[in-house]
């Protein structure tokens, strides 16, 4: 018989999208999806149950549907969505509060599995390259979404105490990109002209929305007890990853990259929180080596592709990087400057193009009398 | 004298015979015999003149010598305009649109086409051989690499390629032409695998770190991978910088991932204390850290090496210190050196001392325990015989230098 999951978060479109996946898994019965609105898109053989994780009422769904899976991805980064800050921390932490009393009073239930952030780790210069799960963050989040997720991640901690006999998965996931990703990162770097720190390169680290999907089945069918950092391989820098969208970029000085980021939120733009600004300026990097051979999970997609992926539905032809070689590469003659082994024609080509521009040379003295 | 008539000398720049008046003579309106009839033909250019101020009659001095240009070779080949501007230079051309325009570097169009591309295409066989056409093709390949993205960075964020290029690029001169260095001991850097590579620090600015990383690459091929301190990663540029080269933060887990990945990695556990000491302080070592260096190595079981870098404390004798500024700006210390800031953007010019850089026989920790790493006392003494070593190399390659700039 197969398992019987219930997923949070269903009304957007992540998790609308992974509990369609799920209920496509095989050894996944039937899934229900909660949240308080109903998603606004097609969920494939999810059953929607509108209920809010703030209220009792989860429980009772839990208890009627017989669930066995816990799947928790309402924890939401930004503010804007769901009505201010004060809504959001209600719907993170409360929500989570409500749900693992739930979870806990649910005797049929095996799994839980929460899909948290890298966030909790924060960013700051007396970061260690690459996070483990065991490291602690050299500064405590203090505000917004990585004080949510760490609370959560408190709770859950709590949970898997109290349930031994639960399973808890703990996903630390990386910045989710895809070509349907809305979120900070995303909107960050579909900004006409991205605003960078001035000085700072920081190291990111990206999962493909594809990734996330199958990591969530893979942690509901067979996964393992504990927590683990999610993300694809390898690091890109920013001034790396803008020069492959071939996006311009401004650099500001940390000081007024926040006022940037307030104007751009009054615009609906895009919303730079702090930890963003921070990680903008730090950068993070997690091991992964714990997810390859505990969990026994592989992403499809490294870093550098997972962007790409990204990259490609967002700016499609040669960024300005590329034009500009080419440009320079057109005005001296050579033709295959992307191949190393390029061979030229031979050297009057060069000059056949250069004479080819009548700007030059003797066309300038004639010029006032072929007006006349 | 306020009587006295004042003869102009010269014809201010216009055609003429000197005579000081205003209008030419005859003599020098018959030089240009064109210019009445273009006027009669073109009236464009006419109304130009007509109203000019210092124009009383039909031929105005300034069109004198105006004529018009080879309109018959307006469509042809930019070569062959060539052609016919030189063939053209005793005669008097014209540019000006106005027409009222005088140009006495008549049959100056500009440099010719052909001259430029020659001069181009001679100056890259100049720059890059006789192959240029090819050295070219690759650079433009590198560099669209670089302005697209596409090279890779590892973990901690180093840039293998740009370290090589651009940053050994600018240090190879400055260690080779401006401190002499001369590096020994190079036989005990291993080959492959995980050493952790300890040095003295001085110099007031890091400087002894990027020779020795740049010393290392040049002879071993194998790159240093620099630990850094928090400040490294909190100060703007230098923190964007330090990752592209290779430096991570010094903490533990830093430092055992990378042993543990097979580097080699630099540490220079004096910190703050070892680099701003004042000139009076020279190569004397200061106390080494906490000798968490020791302990990574020990968890890790690879040899610590270690190197002594003598010449990097002349480069910017610090003679004194503002704290108060160094407070508020947050900095360990704030340099005053003999030259610097007295002199200003100057002063930063390092003096040309003689550097010796050698590398000592590495200690193994590899034969020590398993628990080794948690027994501060033995990580102390080992700490303490690396800091020996380092103290009597620097003693004796000091007394092997002729003078400080010899």
């Known amino acids: 018989m197969g398992r019987v999951v219930l997923v949070t978060g269903v009304s957007r479109d992540l998790g609308r999208r992974s509990a369609a996946a799920l209920a496509a898994a095989p050894g996944v019965d039937r899934v229900v999806g909660v949240d308080v609105s109903p998603p606004r898109g097609d969920m494939g053989g999810v059953a929607f149950v509108r209920a809010d994780i703030r209220n009792p009422v989860i429980a009772k769904v839990i208890a009627k549907e017989d669930v066995d899976t816990v799947v928790h991805m309402s924890v939401i980064a930004t503010p804007g969505t769901s009505g201010g800050r004060t809504t959001m921390k209600e719907l993170n932490v409360i929500g989570t509060m409500q749900l693992l009393a739930a979870c806990q009073r649910a005797p049929r239930l095996e799994t839980l599995v929460v899909k948290s952030t890298t966030t909790v780790y924060g960013a700051s210069s007396r970061d260690p390259a690459m996070f483990a799960e065991e490291t602690e963050p050299r500064r405590l989040p203090r505000s917004g979404y990585a004080k949510d997720a760490s609370e959560v991640e408190a709770y859950v901690r709590g949970f898997a105490r109290r349930r031994p006999d639960v399973r808890v998965t703990m996903l630390r996931c990386a ?30 680290q990206f999962l493909h929305e594809h990734d996330l999907m199958a990591v969530l089945e893979h942690s509901v069918t067979d996964g393992a007890h504990g927590t683990f950092n999610v993300a694809g391989e390898g690091v890109l820098s920013l001034s790396q990853a803008l020069r492959r969208l071939g996006r311009p970029s401004i650099p500001l000085p940390a000081s007024a990259v926040g006022g940037v980021g307030s104007v751009l939120r009054s615009a609906r733009l895009t919303e730079f929180s702090p930890e963003q600004v921070s990680l903008l300026t730090f950068g993070r990097g997690v091991d992964t080596t714990r997810m390859r051979e505990v969990l026994g999970f592989r992403p499809r997609y490294t870093t550098a592709s997972a962007f790409a992926d990204f990259a490609a539905h967002i700016a499609p032809g040669p960024g300005p990087g590329e034009r500009v070689v080419a440009g320079v590469g057109r005005v001296l003659g050579i033709d295959g400057v992307d191949d190393t082994d390029a061979t030229p024609g031979p050297g009057r080509r ?8 009548p700007a030059l040379g003797g066309g300038a003295g004639q010029g006032g009398d072929a007006r006349g | 004298m306020g009587d006295a008539e004042i003869i102009p000398i010269g014809t201010r720049g216009r055609p003429g015979r000197g005579s000081g008046t205003r209008r030419p003579s005859s003599a020098a309106r018959d030089l240009a015999p064109h210019a009445a009839r273009r006027r009669a033909q073109d009236p464009d250019t006419g109304t130009g003149t007509d109203t000019g101020p210092d124009t009383g009659t039909d031929t105005g001095p300034d069109t004198a010598t105006t004529v018009t240009g080879p309109r018959a070779d307006e469509r042809t080949t930019p070569a062959e305009q060539d052609v016919v501007a030189r063939l053209e230079v005793p005669a008097p051309t014209s540019a000006g649109p106005s027409g009222v325009e005088v140009t006495d570097r008549a049959g100056a169009p500009g440099i010719p086409a052909a001259d430029w591309a020659h001069a181009l295409v001679a100056g890259a066989r100049e720059v890059l051989g006789d192959d240029w056409e090819n050295r070219l093709a690759h650079g433009l390949a590198g560099l669209r690499r670089r302005l697209t993205g596409e090279y890779a960075v590892d973990e901690y964020g180093f840039d293998a390629e740009l370290t090589r290029r651009l940053l050994f690029a600018v240090l190879r001169p400055l260690a080779e032409k401006w401190f002499r260095i001369e590096v020994r001991g190079l036989e005990n850097i291993p080959a492959t695998g995980g050493a952790l590579v300890v040095s003295n620090h001085s110099g007031t600015i890091p400087v002894d770190g990027l020779m020795t990383m740049f010393s290392v690459t040049e002879h071993t091929g194998r790159f240093l991978r620099p630990l850094g301190a928090d400040l490294v990663f909190r100060t703007p540029v230098v923190a964007g ?99 610097f800031p007295l002199l200003g953007p100057l002063g930063l010019v390092p003096l040309p001392s003689k550097w010796l850089i050698e590398f000592g026989e590495p200690v193994r920790t590899d034969a020590y325990g398993e628990g080794a790493a948690d027994d501060p006392m033995l990580v102390l003494n080992v700490t303490d015989q690396v800091r020996e070593t380092i103290q009597q190399t620097l003693y004796s390659l000091l007394m092997e230098r002729p003078s400080v700039f010899g």
């Open chain 1, 175 to 204: 910045n989710v990109v895809g070509p349907h990703v809305v979120s900070p990162m995303t909107s960050y770097f579909r900004l006409p002209v991205v605003p960078t720190v001035l000085g700072f390169d920081p190291r990111l």
């Open chain 2, 241 to 339: 910088l330090a990752r592209k080269m290779g430096a991570t933060l010094a903490c533990t887990e830093d430092a055992e991932r990378m042993l543990s990945g097979g580097e080699l990695v630099g540490v220079w556990p004096e910190g703050f204390k070892g680099i701003g000491k004042p000139y009076s302080e020279r190569y004397k070592l200061q106390r080494f850290g906490r000798g968490g260096f020791v302990s990574a190595a020990m968890r890790t079981g690879v040899p610590v090496i270690p190197v002594s870098v003598v010449g990097a404390e002349e480069i910017y004798p610090l003679v004194g210190n503002v704290p108060a500024l160094a407070r508020l700006l947050g900095l360990p210390y704030v340099p005053i050196t003999p030259l």
């Open chain 1, 350 to 357: 060069g000059v056949a193009s250069l004479a080819g521009t």
